[in-house]
């Protein structure tokens, strides 16, 4: 699974939701849960390009699910059929499958479900594995297609109760009903979901999500806190073991 | 065609990978033959190990970005240790770029470093993310000097000096510091600047001031090349938002031997190789046999 720079075509460029986008780009790529690509469909400017984890693979594609929040995915956003794009990756560790036995839960909070949709999709191909999805959004659900309809255990929860529970997933989440927990969203949501999983005595694995400048470990931008001193979310994390990180609430 | 020396060492090509952009080079074999480059200048190096900065360590500004990272590295023991062995197998100049915040520190890891194999010393006077001494250094002479010269009587290794664009006077500051014994100048480091977050009503660093870099500096960092070539005699690298070889190219006509590329790293992980094969196929094109006929060639 080495790392290319590769220069590739768009497959399709959709928006699902309100400002969140399905792209897909046309190629084979081996990639494991939870790695992500730096992605630019631009020269020089913006400057660096952006990290985007991966939300599908297929055959003949690969699939990215974004939030347009500043000048490099608003450039993603108009992206059409056909269209070049670059992409720098697989990058950094990914999930390690073998950890995840039993009953596992996955968490994610708005577009941090992005990595858990292509997780859940391998994950369901392992027996002795029973996996379940708790999502939390702001309003409209989106990024579900591998789950839902699939999934044994689907929670949903909205901050404007428009689907699901009203207010914060993590509220309505229960830990101690399952052997590993898995964790990708706002920072805030995975510490305060970390501590629970801490009292309840189960291990939680976390994706960190940081501003990245290289995206291969070397410019030592996007380090977090650990127990073990900094360390590079791009080529040490971005999956860590809840346990080892130092975040802030 | 496009071998230079600096300070007696004979680089293949005038492409140096920028301190703090490159890692210790491992991180860029996956992605291309890094023996391809002229030389390679470590993360910055101290004496000590050091975990950097807190906070918010980038951000991203029109045609540049903006970093605080504070120097974070495993300190020079084990540099020497674990990173230096297979630095050494890249077939590329080693170059160890060492910073620091006492005269003292800097001058104990100069004696570790002058009896390891590193190519040549690039000393930096010139971080803006340090708190103490750093960026101090850089901008007054007389106190380059002095480091300098402490620097120069604990090391026979060749001596490259990285000044900080925020020095007070660039000239000056690169006479003082070929004076206490330099014998290569490197400039610029990243410009001293602050961003404001709006919405917070915040600085977006912790320390408020952070190091500018990338294409947005270029042509101030061009003219301070050009001041310099023209007032040292010891060869000078040239660098400050080099991303293309035209770029690169405009560097070695104001004067530069050779040249390092930083930022640009981030945006292609191969990018020196273009650079190194555009300025193969100009000279080529232009019919220039060797850099010695274009160098300086603007007066």
């Given at each position: 699974?080495k790392s290319k720079y590769?220069?590739?075509?768009v497959?399709?460029?959709?928006q699902?939701?309100?400002?969140?986008?399905?792209?897909?780009?046309k190629g084979s790529?081996?990639?494991?849960?939870g790695q992500f690509?730096?992605?630019?469909?631009?020269g020089?400017?913006?400057?660096l390009?952006?990290p985007?984890s991966v939300?599908?693979v297929?055959d003949?594609?690969i699939?990215f699910?974004?939030?347009?929040?500043g000048?490099?995915t608003?450039i993603f956003?108009?992206l059409r059929e056909g269209d070049?794009?670059s992409l720098l990756g697989?990058?950094?560790?990914?999930?390690e499958?073998d950890?995840?036995?039993?009953?596992?839960a996955l968490?994610?909070g708005?577009i941090?479900?992005?990595?858990?949709n292509y997780?859940?999709?391998k994950?369901?191909?392992n027996?002795?594995?029973?996996?379940?999805?708790?999502a939390?959004?702001?309003?409209q659900?989106f990024g579900?297609?591998?789950i839902?309809?699939?999934?044994?255990l689907?929670n949903?929860?909205t901050?404007?109760?428009c689907v699901?529970?009203?207010?914060y997933i993590?509220d309505?989440?229960?830990p101690k009903?399952?052997?590993?927990v898995?964790?990708?969203?706002?920072e805030?949501m995975?510490?305060k979901l970390?501590?629970?999983?801490?009292?309840?005595g189960?291990p939680?694995?976390v994706?960190?999500?940081?501003?990245m400048?290289?995206?291969?470990?070397?410019?030592?931008?996007?380090?977090?806190?650990?127990k073990?001193g900094?360390k590079r979310?791009?080529?040490?994390g971005p999956?860590?073991?809840?346990?080892?990180?130092?975040?802030?609430? | 065609?496009?071998s230079v020396?600096?300070c007696?060492?004979?680089?293949?090509?005038?492409v140096i990978a920028?301190?703090g952009t490159f890692?210790?080079?491992?991180?860029?074999?996956d992605?291309f033959?890094?023996s391809?480059?002229g030389?390679i200048?470590s993360?910055?190096l101290?004496?000590?190990?050091k975990q950097?900065n807190?906070?918010?360590?980038?951000?991203?500004v029109r045609s540049?970005?903006?970093?605080?990272?504070g120097?974070q590295?495993p300190?020079v023991?084990?540099?020497?240790?674990d990173?230096?062995?297979?630095?050494?197998k890249m077939n590329?100049?080693v170059?160890?770029?060492?910073?620091?915040?006492?005269i003292?520190?800097?001058?104990?890891?100069?004696v570790?470093?002058?009896?390891?194999?590193i190519d040549i010393?690039?000393?930096n006077?010139s971080?803006?993310?340090?708190?103490?001494?750093?960026?101090?250094?850089?901008i007054?002479?007389?106190?380059a000097?002095?480091?300098?010269?402490?620097?120069r009587k604990?090391?026979?290794k060749?001596?490259?000096?990285?000044?900080s664009?925020n020095?007070e006077?660039?000239?000056?500051?690169a006479?003082?510091?070929c004076k206490a014994g330099?014998d290569a100048i490197?400039?610029v480091n990243t410009?001293k600047?602050i961003?404001?977050?709006?919405?917070?009503r915040k600085?977006?660093?912790e320390n408020i001031s952070?190091?500018v870099?990338g294409?947005?500096?270029?042509?101030?960092?061009?003219r301070?090349?050009?001041?310099?070539?023209?007032?040292?005699?010891?060869p000078?690298?040239?660098?400050g938002?080099?991303?293309?070889?035209?770029?690169?190219i405009?560097f070695i006509?104001?004067?530069?031997?050779?040249?390092?590329v930083?930022?640009a790293?981030?945006?292609?992980p191969d990018?020196c190789?273009?650079?190194?094969?555009?300025?193969?196929a100009?000279m080529a094109?232009?019919?220039?046999?060797?850099l010695?006929?274009i160098?300086?060639?603007?007066k």
């Open positions: 699974m590769v220069e590739a075509a497959y399709k460029n959709e699902i939701s309100d400002c969140v986008f399905r792209l897909s780009v790529f081996d990639v494991k849960p690509f730096m992605l630019r469909a631009w020089q400017e913006p400057l390009s952006r985007i939300h599908d297929d003949e594609k699939t699910l974004y939030h347009v929040v000048r490099g608003q956003s108009k070049d794009i697989p990058l950094g560790n990914g999930f499958l950890m995840l036995k039993g009953k596992v968490v994610g708005g941090g479900v992005a990595p858990l997780l859940y999709k994950l369901s191909m027996e002795g594995v029973e996996v379940s999805f708790h939390g959004y702001r309003s659900p579900l297609e591998c839902q309809g699939s999934c044994s689907l949903i929860a901050e404007d109760a699901g529970e009203k207010g993590i309505y989440f229960e009903l399952y052997d590993i898995v964790c990708c969203g706002p805030i995975m510490s970390i501590k629970k999983c801490e009292a309840a189960v939680i694995l994706s960190m999500e940081k501003k400048a290289c995206g291969i470990g070397a410019c030592l931008v996007c380090t977090c806190k650990t073990d900094n979310s791009c080529a040490d999956v860590f073991l809840g346990s080892e990180l130092i975040l802030n609430d | 065609m496009t020396n600096i007696g060492v004979e680089l293949k090509n005038p920028a301190s890692g210790f080079g491992g991180e860029f074999s992605y033959d890094v391809r480059l030389g200048s993360k910055g101290t004496l000590a190990p950097g807190d906070g918010v360590r980038m951000h991203e540049g970005m903006m970093n605080s990272v120097l590295n300190g023991e084990a540099f020497i240790k990173e230096l062995p297979q630095m050494e590329t100049a170059i160890a770029n060492l910073g620091g915040s006492t003292e520190d800097y001058v104990r890891a100069a570790m470093l002058d009896k390891s194999s010393l690039e000393l006077i971080c803006p993310n340090v708190k103490e001494g750093g960026m101090a250094f850089g007054k002479s007389c106190v000097y002095e480091i300098v010269g402490e620097v604990a090391t026979s060749p001596l490259m000096v990285k000044l664009p020095a006077d660039i000239c000056d500051m006479i003082n510091c330099a490197s400039l410009f600047g961003a404001i977050d709006i919405k917070s600085p977006v660093f952070a190091g870099s294409p947005a500096i270029k042509p101030m960092a061009l301070m090349v050009y001041e310099v070539c023209g007032c040292v005699d010891v000078v690298v040239g660098m938002g080099i991303s293309t070889y035209e770029d690169a405009e006509m104001a004067g530069s031997h050779a040249i390092q930083g930022t790293n981030f945006i292609k990018i190789v273009d650079i190194i094969e555009g300025i193969e100009f094109r232009e019919g220039i046999k060797s010695e006929e160098r300086g060639i603007i």
